[in-house]
């Protein structure tokens, strides 16, 4: 079974500093995939950055980038530069593999229990 | 390119009633997913989809049913409300290689009296 851990219930950050959000996973399997979320208080789940476990770079989006510790099992999301739109709730989340036979489509997402990241001005 | 919708976005209900959550993707995703958000709970998944014509229990799946109407639509069902379903109600959607889960739906808060 797959298990997503963030450690970090609420952080603070300062408009325009760096701040990086915890992530560490659990899984068996050797293909996985791993997901950054952002929920602002409207509440639409919006898609950050995504890291294969292939993958030999760390994944960048724009000012978001993906930390990732294959040896530690961690991934963790850095964003740069903080705005005071960054403000809301972050989801890290792990796609498990496919089942045998299932057509290789049956894509599931665990989540973490996310960390609610506040800017500061 | 309306991506994921879902219908409807607010809904309260009394204790036994019943009702059902539509979810539709205009991406010609082969698998389709539904999700619960309880506060300090993250999203847990209900069921899922993989393709039209088949679904499987997820984490929670008990009070629920689903059906995948076609390769577009997959709609969850509460048969038989109880308060314990209050939470907030996401679909999404994905494409065959899994690496793009982008697709989220709006989400559907359902109160339950």
């Known amino acids: 079974a797959q298990k997503i851990t963030q450690t970090q219930p609420g952080m603070f950050v300062q408009e325009k500093e760096a701040v990086t959000l915890d992530c560490t996973y659990d899984?068996?399997?050797?293909?996985?995939?791993l997901f950054w979320y952002k929920q602002p208080s409207s509440g639409e789940m919006i898609f950050l950055i995504y890291q294969g476990s292939y993958d030999e770079q760390n994944a960048t989006e724009g000012r978001y980038s993906l930390n990732f510790q294959k040896a530690r099992k961690s991934a963790n999301l850095v964003i740069s530069a903080s705005q005071l739109g960054d403000s809301a709730m972050y989801f890290c989340?792990?796609?498990?593999?496919?089942?045998?036979?299932?057509?290789?489509?049956?894509?599931?997402?665990?989540f973490g229990k996310g960390t609610l990241l506040t800017v500061n001005p | 390119n309306a991506g994921v919708t879902q219908t409807p976005k607010f809904q309260v209900l009394k204790t036994g009633q019943s009702m059902t959550l539509q979810c539709a993707q205009d991406m010609n995703h082969n698998s389709m997913y539904w999700y619960r958000q309880d506060p300090g709970m993250g999203l847990r998944l209900i069921y899922y989809?993989?393709?039209?014509?088949?679904?499987d229990k997820g984490e929670v799946p008990n009070g629920y049913n689903v059906s995948r109407l076609n390769k577009r639509e997959f709609s969850l069902r509460l048969e038989s409300a109880a308060p314990s379903q209050t939470s907030v109600y996401f679909c999404a959607s994905s494409d065959q290689t899994g690496t793009r889960f982008r697709f989220f739906g709006p989400g559907t808060r359902l109160t339950v009296l």
């Open positions: 989809s993989a393709s039209e014509g088949t679904t």
């Open positions: 899984t068996s399997d050797q293909s996985y995939g």
């Open positions: 989340a792990m796609r498990a593999s496919p089942r045998p036979n299932s057509g290789g489509s049956n894509y599931k997402l665990t």
